[in-house]
């Protein structure tokens, strides 16, 4: 079945640092893709979606590219701030369903 | 404009008894969908309700089961509660009105203990 796979965290980084947290995905179709947010205590906010391919997302400063050659959809940011540290979730979405498929998710842990 | 509520916050029961969580979803959404979170993981999609009934169903035993009224509010329920359920369950609204991409809001999900 579909699936999602995402680097193992956490990621810890000084401000103002260059971030990349990388996924891959399998699907049998065309799936949308995407990413969310969590911070501490609260549920998933979405952070920004591609749902074809070469579509490039981007939300807040954060990027990621849709490439299907590679089956991948790398979260980055060019200059990670205190206030990013949450953990990040990759997903996919069936174009039929919706039902959205997760990662185990990416802690970000960005200090001062 | 109100986002995606759930309640309770938090509940904590004990092994065999039965659960009733609640979720109202964003003013204009028809469709409902349950995940359950684990702690450390992602997300596992539990179903979804649109127009009442149950549209697709994951991987989970028959004791989860659902509803969603005609004002599109949604109940998930879990009879013969185990440890293993305890986890945060989140609700997410959509609207199928939306076209090709219905794009889903989650609500802050309500954290259950089984003892």
């Known amino acids: 079945g579909d699936s999602v796979t995402q680097m193992e965290g956490p990621v810890t980084l000084s401000e103002e640092a260059f971030l990349t947290i990388n996924c891959t995905y399998t699907a049998t179709g065309y799936p949308s893709l995407f990413w969310y947010v969590q911070y501490p205590g609260e549920g998933l906010q979405l952070l920004l979606k591609?749902?074809?391919?070469?579509d490039k997302g981007s939300n807040k400063g954060f990027e990621a590219t849709y490439r299907k050659e590679t089956t991948s959809f790398h979260l980055e940011k060019g200059s990670v701030q205190v206030s990013d540290s949450a953990v990040y979730f990759c997903?996919?979405?069936?174009?039929?369903?919706?039902?959205?498929?997760f990662g185990t998710g990416t802690r970000l842990q960005v200090f001062p | 404009d109100a986002g995606v509520t759930q309640s309770p916050t938090h509940l904590i029961k004990t092994r065999g008894q039965q659960v009733t969580l609640r979720c109202s979803p964003k003013s204009g959404h028809d469709t409902v969908s349950w995940y359950q979170q684990a702690l450390g993981q992602g997300p596992q999609f539990i179903f979804q309700y649109y127009e009442e009934e149950e549209r697709q169903r994951g991987n989970f035993p028959d004791r989860f089961s659902g509803h969603q009224f005609p004002n599109y509010s949604s109940e998930l329920n879990v009879n013969a509660l185990l440890l293993g359920d305890s986890a945060l369950y989140l609700c997410a609204s959509s609207s199928v009105r939306a076209g090709a991409y219905n794009e889903q809001f989650f609500g802050p999900g309500t954290r259950l203990t089984v003892l």
């Open positions: 591609a749902t074809k391919a070469d």
């Open positions: 997903a996919l979405s069936d174009k039929v369903t919706d039902k959205l498929i």
